[in-house]
């Protein structure tokens, strides 16, 4: 069985800096995209940051410029770099992960890491 792990979550004042982690274990075969979500408080889910298996990337226009995602396949982790953090970042942050683990590629979530931006 699959299981995505997160980490690195936490309370910062804004302008400040988090990097959040997402390591991946099982019976991992392979591992194609890889993503960061956050749902605040009475929003819908959203995607926030998005690598491809070939590491092409592409970021929600509110992050840009702000938030760098990169993955270590040898690891089977996705990191997402915030920097210059607004309060509007506050959210729980989700990564998915598509994997095929010998037998079918299925979509793997995390189970969120809290990120508070406030002074």
């Known amino acids: 069985q699959v299981q995505l792990v997160e980490s690195g979550g936490g309370r910062v004042q804004p302008g400040g800096s988090l990097r959040l982690s997402c390591a991946a274990s099982?019976?991992?075969?392979?591992?194609?995209?890889m993503r960061w979500y956050r749902q605040a408080p009475g929003k819908e889910r959203e995607l926030v940051a998005a690598?491809?298996?070939?590491?092409?990337?592409d970021y929600a226009d509110s992050v840009k410029g702000r938030f760098t995602i990169s993955r270590d396949n040898a690891k089977n982790t996705v990191y997402l770099q915030m920097n210059s953090l607004k309060p509007e970042d506050t959210a729980v942050y989700y990564c998915?992960?598509?994997?095929?683990?010998?037998?079918?590629?299925?979509?793997?979530w995390g189970q969120g890491t809290q990120v508070t931006v406030s002074s």
């Open positions: 690598i491809t298996g070939g590491s092409s990337t």
């Open positions: 099982g019976n991992i075969a392979g591992i194609n995209a």
């Open positions: 998915y992960a598509h994997i095929y683990d010998y037998t079918t590629w299925a979509a793997c």
